[in-house]
């Protein structure tokens, strides 16, 4: 999973290591399944396949919340207790092989399965990894429980349904539903089980191993395609002859879903992510999906192949994931961009050092920051220390080893040290079991590896501010200049303003007194590739120069910005502040921010809504109403955000009623 909106927060893995899978193999689940629109709700019977391995008296299913209908052991009914989180089975069994176990049931998840209807259509999505699969389908929250699904799914007509493994058959009815037939050869742990429904065209590849690659999208982005999917085949090949596995599964496919919890989420062989990162070439500089796609493809192999035993071990996913991504990106990106991103990550966790949360990479509750970049920068450090072939063999006899199982970190380390005769004890236990970040370090190895990150460390017009106007006049990489004009924005010279996007953005955030020899320089701002430099620029001239204000609202009147309506809520916002301007068109601009902070946009467009609203005081009915339907988003921070501002307009006497639940 990659999480960009919550990295700083604690990230509670919510695993367990039953006592069940020793006892009992579970081998397959087969299901059928009815998933109902309107009523969101999910109805029908799974069946499982298993073998009994020590002599049992109870079996146990996790299903959360559910009417459980029947259950079936051995086509025999038998009784069951539901206490509206598992399934009980008491019933002796001896060893044994290839029993049956059949559970019919009806529910309407209240989490896991997403429900969400924009314009007139669905678009149903699932998250089981944290917020457990066993919410739509009887299934096992504990990931060391492996099986291989198959699924059929009915569903309206008019949709695509897309889940795990291979669509073998799909059958229209006469009713206005079709039948899918998803089947998965390998097994996995059910957090992995995924589902996505919607208005959706796709268009297929096949990689340079022959693996088919499914790339999903609305019908109307048609033209966002290449820059949303950018590098995808190439990051694919790069993925599987740099990990020296082949790509485990049958088939992989990316499908783009509306408010997605998070960026993206590495269901078996069906990464669904959120559409934010459908855009178009301009969108792409301010934000891309490349990151998140080679991140989610990583995890096919470190997660989905081989799983972290439990919470503890969780960098063995989300640390292999961060560092093949940015392994697959230095292969489009390049080098600089490699050691940029680790540099980065070194100086985010120096920060989390400073602030005393830093913990070890082997603490259950440690920090996103932690599993994710310090698990990446421990692997960048040991490969660099016992070298890149001896690294990649200990990986890949790792996968190979762990194969459609689970592991924990001292299986990592015992395939590393069969690699090297380096004695390793005292790197991973500084690395793994001890709280402190040894920044100086990281830093001392990235200074050794890349010209960037030692000339970024040494040229600073902090440290030589004689030089600084002669550093800013000479061809400096775009990092270390973006750095040198935040340090002295007095100077910026117009030259500056036609240096690469880094730069400009760099002096567009740093700039806030527009010297007026900068004024046109700056007004050239407006014409910018980027949304969000324009964006700023719009902001700050409007700020600046109150007398061109209507000049400025004229040029960008119709930008819309990017895929977040940047521009749009920014303009909107400023041309109700400026005076005698469209003044007869209030009402329509003010029904029009009020409408950004509907259902039908992504909560991200929403929140911004939300916070213009409040800073101009506008408050009426539908902004209300539409601020009382986030109160349940199953976004965390957004339904965080809106409560608190729901909690503050129930102080203004006028608006509390309308933001009281009704009895
Ligand atoms: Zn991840």
């Known amino acids: 999973m990659r999480n960009t909106f919550l990295m700083l927060l604690v990230f509670y893995a919510q695993f367990s290591f039953g ?27 799974i069946g499982y396949t298993f073998d009994v391995k020590n002599k ?13 209908h029947k259950v079936i052991l051995n086509k025999k009914p038998v009784d069951f207790e539901y206490n509206n989180s598992q399934i009980y089975i008491v019933n002796q069994m001896q060893p044994s092989v290839d029993n049956t176990l059949l559970i019919s049931y009806s529910t309407q998840p209240k989490q896991t399965l997403y429900f969400f209807k924009k314009e007139d259509h669905f678009n149903v999505w699932s998250q089981g990894q944290g917020k457990y699969t066993s919410h739509w389908l009887p299934s096992f929250d504990d990931v060391n429980e492996k099986l291989i699904f198959n699924f059929v799914f009915t569903t309206d007509s008019n949709y695509e ?14 009713d206005g539903k079709t039948d899918y037939f ?19 065209l796709k268009k297929t590849e096949t990689s340079t191993s022959g693996i088919p690659l499914e790339f999903y999208y609305y019908p109307e982005d048609s033209l966002k395609f290449e820059s949303t999917y950018r590098y995808s085949k190439q990051m694919f090949y790069f993925l599987e002859s740099e990990i020296g596995v082949k790509y485990p599964w049958q088939n992989y496919k990316q499908v783009p ?6 960026a993206g989420m590495e269901n078996t062989t069906l990464t669904i992510f959120s559409d934010r990162f459908v855009v178009d070439e301009r969108e792409f500089l301010d934000r891309n999906y490349v990151n998140v796609n080679a991140h989610e493809l990583a995890h096919q192999w470190f997660g989905n192949l081989v799983t972290a035993k439990s919470g503890k071990h969780h960098w063995l996913q989300e640390g292999f994931a961060t560092y093949y991504a940015l ?39 440690a920090s996103s920051l932690t599993f994710y970049q310090k698990g990446a920068i421990v692997l960048h450090l040991l490969k660099s220390k016992i070298g890149d072939n001896a690294f990649k063999q200990a990986v890949a006899n790792y996968l190979n080893k762990y194969a ?7 299986d990592f380390i015992k395939e590393v040290d069969v690699m090297t005769s380096e004695n390793l004890e005292e790197f991973f236990n500084k690395w793994l079991n001890e709280n402190s970040f040894d920044y100086e370090q990281v830093l001392d190895v990235l200074k050794s590896q890349s010209t960037l990150i030692l000339d970024f460390e040494l040229i600073d017009c902090e440290v030589f501010q004689s030089k600084c106007s002669e550093y800013l006049s000479m061809p400096l990489h775009p990092k270390i200049k973006a750095k040198l004009v935040a340090q002295m924005p007095e100077l910026i010279k117009p030259e500056h303003f036609k240096e690469s996007h880094e730069v400009r953005l760099s002096i567009v955030t740093r700039l806030n007194t527009i010297a007026l020899e900068l004024k046109p320089n700056f007004e050239s701002l407006l014409d910018d590739e980027s949304y969000i430099i324009i964006e700023q620029a719009l902001y700050k001239l409007w700020m600046n120069f109150p007398e061109d204000r209507a000049k400025y609202l004229d040029k960008t009147k119709r930008l819309k910005g990017n895929n977040n309506y940047n521009i749009r809520l920014l303009w909107l916002v400023l041309n109700l502040n400026t005076v005698n301007y469209d003044a007869e068109y209030q009402q329509e601009y003010l029904d029009e921010l009020v409408g950004f902070s509907s259902d039908q946009y992504h909560f991200e ?39 608190d501002l729901i909690k503050n307009l129930k102080n203004n006497k006028a608006l509390k009623p309308y933001l009281e639940d009704k009895e």
């Open 605 to 643: 467009t929403r929140e911004a809504a939300f916070g213009y609203l409040n800073a101009i005081g506008y408050w009426n009915e539908a902004a209300l109403q539409n601020l009382k339907s986030a109160n349940n988003h199953p976004n965390w921070r957004f339904r965080t955000t809106v409560r």
């Open 56 to 68: 049992i008296d109870t079996l146990k299913i996790d299903a959360h919340k559910m009417h459980i």
């Open 161 to 174: 349904l897309i889940s795990n493994g291979d669509l073998t058959s799909k059958i229209p009815g006469k």
């Open 19 to 45: 006592q069940q899978t020793l006892d009992i193999d579970f081998k397959t689940a087969s299901a059928i399944l009815h998933i109902d629109l309107d009523s969101a709700g999910v109805s029908g019977s």
């Open 327 to 365: 392994l697959a990106e230095r292969e489009v990106f390049g080098e600089d961009y490699f050691y940029w991103q680790l540099y980065q990550y070194a100086k985010q966790l120096k920060i989390q050092q400073e602030g005393e949360l830093a913990t070890p990479l082997l603490d259950k509750k």
């Open 182 to 200: 998803y089947k998965m050869k390998s097994p996995m742990s059910s957090y992995l089980v995924a589902l996505a429904i919607g208005k959706y």
């Open 404 to 410: 459609f199982n689970s592991a924990d970190s001292n």
């Open 257 to 262: 879903v509306h408010d997605f919890l998070y």
